[in-house]
C-alpha cells in the first residue's frame, strides 16, 4: 500500500516503513538504545533524502526516549538536575548544528557530512563495542570473571573548577565536561538525526562515574528534551520534518520495542553487545561503500538552499 | 497514467469569409483556449495528459489544404533558481565538487508538435525563439565563468530535466480537428511543480513564424497532505510543536498500551 510523504513528496510503500519501524523498535527495546542512529541510515537507503531523514528520525526518537524516560521517572532513576546542566549543553549544540546543517545543505555537502558523521562514529562505537563485548565473551569462556573498573576512581575531569553538586548520582563534579558532552550530543543531534544515546551513556558512565543505574533514565530525558528542540530548530529553518513519516515509524517502534524487550532478556548481556557492534558495524559499512562507489549521475540539481526543487 | 478530464473547450473564433472590398487578406492567428485556469493534483498524481483546444484565425484555405500550417504548443512551468552540482572523485570518494547556478530555469516544460520539429522550421528559428527542450535559453548566473564551463552544465542541466521527465516533447501531439481547430496534447510529468504555467501556442505558415499566443494555467496540489505541506512551510514553529507532541502521545500511548510495570 503506497503512502504519500507530503514534505518528502513521494510515494513510499508503508508496509517498509511500518516493518522498518519494527526492526529498529526490536532492537531498541532488546539492547536498550533510541534506535535513532539507525533509522536514519535506513531511511537514506530507502530513498528518502538524507535532510528529511534526519529530522524526521529526531522527531521520531521522542517517542521511543519519551517511553522509556517515563518509566525511569517513576523508578526514580533519573537525576533531573543533571539532566537540566546536559540539556543547556545540549540545546546550545543543537542549535550551532542547525546553523551548520543548513550551511552545509547549501553548498552541496549535506549529503557527504552526514554519511562520514555516520561512518565515522558507528564506526568506532561499533568496533570499541566488538572488541569489549569479544573480550568479555572469551574472558567468561576461561572461567575468569570479567574485572570491572573501580567507580570512585578519580580522573583529570574531576580536577575541573566549578563544580556543582548532583544529589541524585551522589556526584560532586565540575559543570564544564556536563556541558560539553550535552553541547556534543546535541550537535550531533541536529546533524546526525539520532538521540545520542549510544555516546551519552559511555560518556556518563566512564567520563563523569554517573552510577549506571542513574545513566539511562537521565539521558532518556536529555535525549527527549534536545530531539524536541531540534525537531523544532529543522521544522523552522529548513522544513524537513515529515510527520507521516514520523508517524508511521514510531507506530512500528512502539510496537516492535516491546517484543525487542522480551528476546533481550532471554540473551546474555556479551552476546547482545556483540550482535548490536556487528549490526552497527554493518550501517557503517554500507554506508562507507555508498560513498566510493560511481554515482549513476554525476550532476544533481537543487535549489539554492540546498533542498529539492 | 491517468488521463485527465479533458481540461479545455475552444475559444472557437469562426471567421467570417472575406468580403469583395478586403483585397488585402487579413492577417493569420492564433487562439488557444482553456477550460479552467487551475488544475488541482492530488498525493497520488502519476502523471496526466492536458489538453489543451485552439483555433486558427483568418487560415489561408489553400495553404491549409496543402498542410502547410503548423502549430507548436508549449507548457511551461515556473522559472525558478537551479544548482548544478557535479561530483568529481576525492580520495576515493564522490564528492560534490564545482556547481554553476541558473536563474529563471522553467522548472518543466512540455512540448507538442505537429510534425517532427525538423520539418516545422529550421534551427535557426527554434533558437531565435528559444522554443524546445533543447533550446530553452538557460541563463547562468555568473557569467564570467569559461564557456566550455558553461556549456557542460547547460548540458547537464537538460540532461538531467529530461531525465526526471521534467522536460519532454511530444511528436504528432497537436492534430487539427479541422481547417481551423486544432488539439494538443501535452504530458504532465509525476513530479510536475505547482504554480502558475504558462501555455504558449506558435504558429508557422510554410516554415515560417507568423504568431503566438499564450495563456497561464495554474497547477495546485489538493488534499490532506497539501493542507500539511502548507502548515510545514507556513507555520514551520507551530508544526514543529505539533510534530513533538505527537511523538510524545504516541510514546505515552504505546506505554500504556504495552505497559508491563
Known amino acids: 500500500m503506497g503512502i504519500y510523504l507530503p514534505i518528502a513528496e513521494m510515494s513510499v510503500n508503508v508496509f517498509v516503513l511500518l516493518a522498518m519501524g519494527a526492526a529498529v523498535g526490536f532492537l531498541s527495546g532488546m539492547f536498550g538504545v533510541g534506535g535513532g542512529f539507525l533509522i536514519t541510515p535506513l531511511l537514506i537507503f530507502y530513498n528518502i533524502p538524507p535532510a528529511i531523514a534526519v529530522a524526521t528520525g529526531a522527531n521520531q526518537v521522542i517517542a521511543s526516549s519519551f517511553s522509556g524516560a517515563l518509566a525511569h521517572l517513576k523508578r526514580g532513576t533519573l537525576d533531573f538536575k543533571l539532566g537540566t546542566v546536559l540539556l543547556i549543553g545540549g540545546i546550545a549544540g543543537s542549535a550551532a548544528g542547525g546553523v551548520v546543517f543548513a550551511l552545509l545543505r547549501s553548498i552541496g555537502q549535506l549529503d557527504l557530512f552526514i554519511s562520514l558523521l555516520y561512518v565515522v562514529f558507528l564506526g568506532t562505537v561499533g568496533g570499541l563495542m566488538l572488541v569489549e563485548s569479544v573480550n568479555a565473551l572469551r574472558l567468561t569462556k576461561g572461567g575468569v570473571p570479567p574485572a570491572l573498573k573501580k567507580s570512585g576512581q578519580h580522573n583529570w575531569i574531576h580536577r575541573l573548577p566549578f563544580k556543582m553538586r548532583f544529589r541524585t548520582s551522589k556526584l560532586f563534579v565540575s559543570v564544564i565536561p556536563v556541558l560539553g558532552i550535552g553541547a556534543g550530543i546535541g550537535f550531533l543531534s541536529a546533524i546526525m538525526g539520532v538521540g545520542g544515546g549510544f555516546i551519552m551513556v559511555p560518556a556518563l558512565i566512564y567520563l563523569l562515574k554517573v552510577p549506571t543505574n542513574i545513566v539511562v533514565g537521565t539521558s532518556l530525558f536529555q535525549i527527549v528534551v534536545v530531539s524536541a528542540f531540534t525537531t523544532l530548530v529543522h521544522s523552522t529553518t529548513n522544513q524537513t520534518v515529515d510527520i507521516i513519516l514520523a508517524l508511521v515509524l514510531m507506530i512500528g517502534g512502539v510496537a516492535g520495542a516491546q517484543y525487542g524487550a522480551k528476546a533481550g532478556q532471554k540473551l546474555r548481556g556479551e552476546q547482545l553487545r556483540a550482535l548490536l557492534a556487528l549490526l552497527v558495524l554493518a550501517v557503517a559499512l554500507r554506508l562507507g561503500f555508498d560513498l566510493f562507489v560511481k554515482p549513476q549521475n554525476l550532476y544533481s540539481l537543487t535549489a539554492p538552499s540546498g533542498g529539492t526543487l | ?261
Open chain 2, 1 to 261: 497514467m491517468r488521463r485527465l478530464a479533458a481540461l479545455a473547450a475552444a475559444t472557437l473564433l469562426f471567421v467570417l469569409p472575406a468580403t469583395a472590398e478586403d483585397a488585402v487578406p487579413l492577417p493569420e492567428g492564433i487562439q488557444i483556449g482553456l477550460s479552467t485556469d487551475r488544475v488541482a493534483i492530488t498525493a497520488d498524481f502519476s502523471g496526466a495528459d492536458l489538453t489543451i483546444f485552439g483555433a486558427l484565425e483568418n487560415p489561408d484555405p489553400l495553404v491549409s489544404r496543402q498542410g502547410r500550417y503548423d502549430v507548436i504548443v508549449v507548457l511551461e512551468g515556473p522559472a525558478r533558481q537551479v544548482v548544478v552540482r557535479r561530483k568529481d572523485r576525492i580520495l576515493g570518494m564522490w564528492i560534490n565538487t564545482r556547481s554553476e547556478t541558473f536563474v529563471n530555469v522553467p522548472v518543466s516544460y512540455s512540448m507538442a508538435t505537429t510534425r517532427p520539429p525538423q520539418d516545422v522550421t529550421t534551427p535557426d528559428s527554434y533558437r531565435q525563439l528559444s522554443l524546445g527542450p533543447a533550446n530553452i535559453y538557460l541563463e547562468p548566473e555568473e557569467k564570467r565563468a569559461s564557456p566550455l564551463t558553461i556549456q557542460e552544465f547547460t548540458d547537464a542541466l537538460r540532461e538531467r530535466k529530461e531525465g526526471l521527465g521534467l522536460y519532454s516533447d511530444n511528436i504528432g501531439g497537436v492534430q487539427f480537428l479541422s481547417a481551423n481547430l486544432f488539439r494538443a496534447t501535452l504530458h504532465l510529468a509525476p513530479n510536475v511543480p505547482v504554480g502558475t504555467h504558462k501555455a504558449r501556442a506558435f504558429l508557422f505558415r510554410n516554415g515560417l513564424f507568423i504568431k503566438e499566443t499564450s495563456t497561464q494555467l495554474a497547477i495546485v496540489k489538493s488534499g490532506f497532505e497539501q493542507t500539511i505541506f502548507r502548515f510545514a512551510s507556513d507555520h514551520g514553529f507551530g508544526y514543529g510543536l505539533f510534530a513533538i507532541g505527537l511523538a510524545m502521545f504516541t510514546g505515552w500511548l504505546g506505554r500504556i498500551i504495552f505497559r508491563k510495570d
